[in-house]
């Protein structure tokens, strides 16, 4: 009995988001590349989650609890930032979202088998049933494939697009992946759009007959399951280090600090609970893996765009520390194109796409990304692009999505052309 009851409440005090109570979110605008940097330390002195990060003279969020808020205003007065609240008080916030949340769910749930609708976030499962019947309805270019399962053992499934089964050497693969945020719900649909774009609705055959398509619209199926069912803000995977007690109170890793390219050398945190944790050691999470695995079996990836948000930025290597590869003039001239495609068919309310070097456009350093890891075993064109945020709230609106998947569809087909054209 009591038992029971002590369940309740546990139950009870987790839905009304308990763990935020107290803590802040504050919209933040650096003016120069000096205010930038001074922003990302102050971040790493007091090991901060970035919700959406600021940019020069380009608004972000960040997340602050009760400790350090005092700390975290202090700086940024000291040093000429400047701040605004976006939310006093995060419980109080989550939980109307929370309320919204449920009534948009419920009067249009996940859809489970035929067309996938952009009018609402789908579950793990409606999106890979979908990838499922795709596949069953057009064996002939293209095959789901199921390398391996999550940590806590939801598959991992992404979808081969080939005329050609992979076969033709002289065509080049683009790899399009989502979700390695489990709170970035806004970067799974440009996948599944994608999908849809290439198989069940072709407008543009060209991009089937000069390319192969690689699509995993979720890479982190256990993080975004879990930010579905609640713990909107959670960005982590969901792994347990056996026999530590840490990991069990904070759980999970940055899947995109745990790639092994100058892996955790900056821009994380050795702190298990902090949201830039990289793990234990390079790949520890097999959702990477599988990130790495794709980029190793296919020599002949010409494009790798992983999507995430908020932000409105193209980003390209090195995120590390921000210095220009070898490709640079053609990762920004390619990216220029996707940027000025999505720009022309956006929504007037989005920003302006920016496009530049990563370390430089966030004026700090990222080390173990995937995008990073991508270009150093040979992908000459790799793209972080954030998807465009409102910041209204922490959970996007699902008005915006459709928008957003057919103005990003725009920008890679854009990206696909000039790319072919410059190789
Ligand atoms: C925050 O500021 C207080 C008072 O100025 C100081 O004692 C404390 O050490 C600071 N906290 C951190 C994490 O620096
Ligand atoms: C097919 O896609 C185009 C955009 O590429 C869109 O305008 C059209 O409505 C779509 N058709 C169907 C049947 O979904």
Same mark, same amino acid.
């Given at each position: ?146 390398? =391996? ?53 072709? =407008? ?63 821009? =994380? ?155």
């Amino acid at each position: 009995m009591k038992v029971w009851l002590l369940g309740i409440l546990i139950v009870a005090a987790y839905a009304k988001h308990e763990e935020y109570d107290g803590w802040t979110s504050y919209y933040v605008v650096p003016y120069d590349f000096d205010q930038l940097e001074a922003f990302n330390f102050v971040v790493q002195k007091y090991d901060l989650d970035v919700y959406g990060h600021p940019a020069i003279k380009r608004e972000g969020l960040v997340l602050v609890d009760p400790a350090n808020k005092k700390n975290f205003t202090d700086a940024l007065e000291e040093l000429g930032i400047k701040y605004r609240i976006h939310t006093e008080d995060m419980k109080t916030h989550l939980n109307l979202e929370d309320q919204m949340f449920t009534d948009k769910v419920s009067a249009s749930p996940s859809r489970i088998g035929g067309r996938l609708p952009y009018n609402q976030y789908q579950s793990v499962e409606a999106i890979h049933k979908y990838m499922d019947d795709v596949a069953a309805a057009h064996p002939n270019i293209a095959r789901v494939v199921t390398p =391996t399962n999550s940590f806590h053992g939801q598959p991992i499934k992404y979808m081969r697009i080939s005329t050609t089964n992979f076969q033709d050497s002289r065509k080049p693969v683009i790899f399009l992946d989502g979700g390695m945020h489990g709170r970035e719900w806004l970067s799974i649909p440009p996948v599944t759009y994608a999908i849809n774009q290439l198989v069940e609705n072709v =407008t543009d055959p060209t991009l089937l007959s000069r390319f192969d398509w690689i699509l995993l619209p979720i890479v982190n199926p256990d993080g975004y399951r879990f930010s579905r069912q609640g713990s909107v803000t959670w960005r982590k995977s969901r792994s347990i280090v056996p026999g530590n007690q840490w990991s069990l109170m904070c759980p999970g890793v940055d899947i995109d600090r745990n790639f092994d390219f100058v892996w955790n050398t900056i821009g =994380t945190s050795d702190n298990l609970c902090s949201y830039v944790y990289p793990g234990e050691r390079p790949f520890s999470e097999v959702e990477a893996r599988v990130v790495r695995d794709i980029l190793h079996q296919h020599r002949n990836i010409l494009m790798y765009i992983s999507f995430s948000s908020f932000g409105s930025f193209i980003m390209y290597p090195w995120a590390f520390d921000g210095s220009l590869s070898e490709h640079a003039f053609r990762q920004h001239a390619v990216g220029i194109s996707m940027a000025d495609a999505i720009n022309a068919a956006k929504h007037p309310n989005f920003l302006n796409y920016r496009v530049g070097n990563a370390g430089l456009i966030r004026g700090s350093g990222m080390a173990g990304t995937s995008v990073d890891y991508a270009h150093s075993v040979g992908v000459p064109l790799a793209y972080s692009i954030e998807l465009p945020g409102l910041f209204g709230g922490y959970w996007m609106d699902p008005i915006w999505i459709e928008q957003i998947v057919i103005e990003t569809w725009e920008g890679v087909k854009a990206g696909a052309r000039r790319a072919l054209a410059t190789n």
